[in-house]
T-cell receptor, first 112, second 116 residues
């Protein structure tokens, strides 16, 4: 089955710096990709969803890059602020059984 | 109005006892999922369902049963709870794939279970 590796597990940056989280996956047929954000004690909220035909996806304050050749998905917070402090999870799916596979998460801390 | 709700939100159980975690969704999604979240393991899929009356085993089904009596409700049952099942449990719902559907999953608030 699909294997998703997420790095780094912990990331600490200063306010205004960029923060990059990367996931690699194994199934070359994967074509749905997701980033979720989880604040402390809370549930997972969808940050962005990406379809395989789109390599660059921009949200508010972040960019998601998809490199299908290398089977790599990345989340780049361009100018992090303390409110971005949370756990971030990538998720990948190629599964017609409606399953998605999660990375183990990255705990991001943004210091003022 | 929350579309995926879970009850209870917190539960303390004794070893060997029976625990039932409940999930309700108003998204009218066919698919529902139960995950557990432990530090260092992210989310791991326990059971899932394609619709009323169906349950499927996920990646870590041992020690758990599931029940989907209706489109809206999906339960996770621990017949003989053990301390290793202490965790945070999340329920999620999702649409069937097809066309422009991205098949993302929508999560409930979680249930914190402690087995003593």
């Amino acid at each position: 089955g699909e294997q998703v590796e997420q790095r780094p597990p912990h990331l600490s940056v200063r306010e205004g710096d960029s923060a990059v989280i990367t996931c690699t996956y194994t199934d070359p047929n994967s074509y749905y990709f997701f980033w979720y954000k989880q604040e402390p004690g809370a549930s997972l909220q969808l940050l962005m969803k990406v379809f395989s035909s789109t390599e660059i996806n921009e949200g508010q304050g972040f960019t998601v890059l998809l490199n299908k050749k290398d089977k790599r998905l990345s989340l780049n917070l361009t100018a992090a602020h303390p409110g971005d402090s949370a756990a971030y999870f990538c998720a990948v799916s190629a599964d017609s059984n409606n399953r998605i596979f999660f990375g183990d998460g990255t705990q991001l801390v943004v210091k003022p | 109005e929350a579309a995926v709700t879970q009850s209870p939100r917190n539960k303390v159980a004794v070893t060997g006892g029976k625990v039932t975690l409940s999930c309700n969704q108003t998204n009218n999604h066919n698919n529902m999922y139960w995950y557990r979240q432990d530090t260092g393991h992210g989310l791991r899929l326990i059971h899932y369902s394609y619709g009323a009356g169906s349950t499927e085993k996920g990646d870590i089904p041992d020690g758990y049963k599931a029940s989907r009596p209706s489109q809206e409700n999906f339960s996770l049952i621990l017949e003989l709870a053990t301390p290793s099942q202490t965790s945070v449990y999340f329920c999620a719902s999702g649409r069937d794939w097809g066309g422009a559907n991205y098949a993302e999953q929508f999560f409930g608030p979680g249930t914190r279970l402690t087995v003593l």
